[in-house]
C-alpha cells in the first residue's frame, strides 16, 4: 500500500521561510515524478512544483525563484523549500506521486496523494 505523509505546514509571516517535506511508503518513489499542489479556499488545485525521476524540475510562474523542490531517493522523500512566502500563498499544500509501472501483464499508471498539509502566510 502506498502512503504519501506530508508534514512542515504552519503559520508563518510574510517574506518567511518554510520546508515541506514529504515521505513516500512503498516501492514507487524512485521512478515516480513527485509534485507538490495546492490549494486555497474557494479556488482549484493548482500545480506549484514537480521533480522527474532523473531530477528534471517544473515550478509554477508565481513560485519561481522563490520555491525549490528536491528529492531524497534513499530516504523515499521529497521537498518543497519555499523562501520569501507571501500572502497569497497560503493554501493547503499536497505531495503527489505519478508514474507507470510496467508488468507482463501490461502497463499500470498511478497517481498517489497525500493528505495535505496547511499553510498559513500572515501581512
Known amino acids: 500500500q502506498v502512503q504519501l505523509v506530508e508534514s512542515g505546514g504552519g503559520l508563518v509571516q510574510a517574506g518567511g521561510s518554510l520546508r515541506l517535506p514529504c515521505t513516500v511508503s512503498g516501492s514507487i518513489f524512485s521512478i515516480s515524478t513527485m509534485g507538490w499542489y495546492r490549494q486555497a479556499p474557494g479556488k482549484q488545485r493548482e500545480l506549484v512544483a514537480t521533480i522527474t525521476s532523473g531530477g528534471s524540475t517544473n515550478y509554477t510562474d508565481s513560485v519561481k525563484g522563490r520555491f525549490t523542490i528536491s528529492r531524497d531517493n534513499a530516504k523515499n522523500t521529497v521537498y518543497l523549500q519555499m523562501n520569501s512566502l507571501k500572502p497569497e500563498d497560503t493554501a493547503v499544500y499536497y505531495c503527489?506521486?505519478?508514474?507507470?509501472?510496467?508488468?507482463?501483464?501490461?502497463?499500470?499508471?498511478?497517481?498517489?496523494w497525500g493528505q495535505g498539509t496547511q499553510v498559513t502566510v500572515s501581512s
Open positions: 503527489n506521486a505519478q508514474g507507470t509501472i510496467t508488468q507482463a501483464v501490461g502497463t499500470i499508471e498511478y497517481d498517489y
